[in-house]
């Protein structure tokens, strides 16, 4: 029997954490047009004059911040995850990594799975952006023939994702006080989100609760949406009631609107509120890296510290966690 070759994708990562190669992974990355959405010259203008000078150098010291003895923790623990899934399938299966951008790229990925009659493709993105899974998919087919090639969808609230979250942030938060959880989703320009809308009136952010009342064919495009629907189903999956966690948009860049509401003005609001003991977690992010070691289990806390929290518990995510590789396992069975 033919084994079934298992792309295991994530975003990508710098090959290590210079000023050079942290600029090459910025301006690969920042000059994709399902990333910032402008027309071409415009984008290489503002990426290759503006923002990738001015920000490789700030951007390598917080890589330098969370990089290990075995180099980027994204690939790191993407491989890790990768291993423990290769080992839940068996030997019927062959499960490589793949990077949209960076090493190990997609060209590898095809020459370990050479041999393999059909392929999975498994993005590691649970809800539908461009900027991850549309770009991912586009590349991909440049590799491997689209015929061939079955791919996990966005599992926003598959059973299974949520049922492998629920036990896991139970399992992570037994025995510790925390008077709130803030679940901090990566952010995007609001203008990711209405140009994908497919409703004639235009429903998205102009509809009060828009995400609430989305239709399946909103629904189907629309990431703000798909990160509410990730954030309940998680909390109902833990037992928590909804006083208990809120949600928030992290990550931003430049002066575009972006998703609101954003993660660093959270902490003060919640501080506000009386919230003194704060739990965070980033569903969107399946592995661990610079997104939520740097900017929230770091930067994070000591913004939820200065203005006036007393305890700050980052949960890291799922990563290679035995309930989550199960259910990994079982989405990719799911498409065959």
């Not at 803030?182 to 952010?205: R, V």
Request: net charge neutral; with cysteine.
């Amino acid at each position: 029997m033919a084994k079934i070759g298992v792309v295991f994708s994530n975003l990508g990562t710098p090959r290590a954490a210079t000023p050079k190669e942290v600029g090459r992974y910025l301006g690969e990355f920042l000059m994709d047009h399902h990333v910032i959405q402008i027309p071409y010259l415009v984008r290489a203008l503002l990426v290759r004059g503006i923002i990738v000078p001015f920000r490789k150098k700030k951007s390598a010291a917080n890589y330098q911040k969370v990089w290990t003895k075995k180099g980027s923790p994204l690939l790191a623990e993407t491989e890790k995850a990768a291993t423990a899934l290769q080992e839940q399938l068996g030997s019927d299966f062959h499960v490589v990594v793949g990077m949209r951008y960076g090493q190990p790229d997609f060209a590898n990925a095809k020459k370990q799975l050479a041999d393999c009659d059909e392929i999975v493709f498994f993005p590691q993105y649970p809800q539908y952006a461009q900027s991850t899974v549309q770009t991912g998919l586009d590349h991909f087919y440049k590799f491997f023939d689209k015929e061939k090639v079955k791919v996990v969808p966005p599992y926003f609230e598959h059973p299974e994702f949520l049922k492998a979250y629920g036990e896991f942030l139970q399992k992570m938060l037994q025995g510790k006080t925390y008077d709130h959880l803030l679940m901090s989703f990566h952010g995007l320009p609001t203008t990711h989100l209405t140009k994908l809308d497919p409703s004639e009136q235009g429903h998205c952010l102009k509809v009060e609760n828009c995400c609430d009342r989305a239709s399946d064919e909103v629904l189907a495009t629309c990431y703000r949406a798909q990160c509410y629907r990730s954030a309940h189903g998680i909390a109902k999956a833990a037992g928590l009631q909804p006083g208990d966690y809120s949600v928030s948009f992290q990550s931003r860049l430049g002066r575009q609107k972006w998703i609101e509401p954003y993660t660093e003005e959270a902490y003060g609001r919640l501080v506000a509120q009386g919230v003194k003991k704060l739990a965070v977690i980033c569903p969107g992010f399946p592995v661990d890296g610079l997104e939520t070691l740097e900017e929230i289990a770091m930067t994070g806390q000591e913004s939820f510290l200065e203005r006036g929290g007393e305890k700050f518990e980052y949960i890291p995510c799922l990563n290679d966690d035995p309930y989550w590789i199960a259910a990994c396992a079982k989405l990719v069975k799911g498409v065959l």
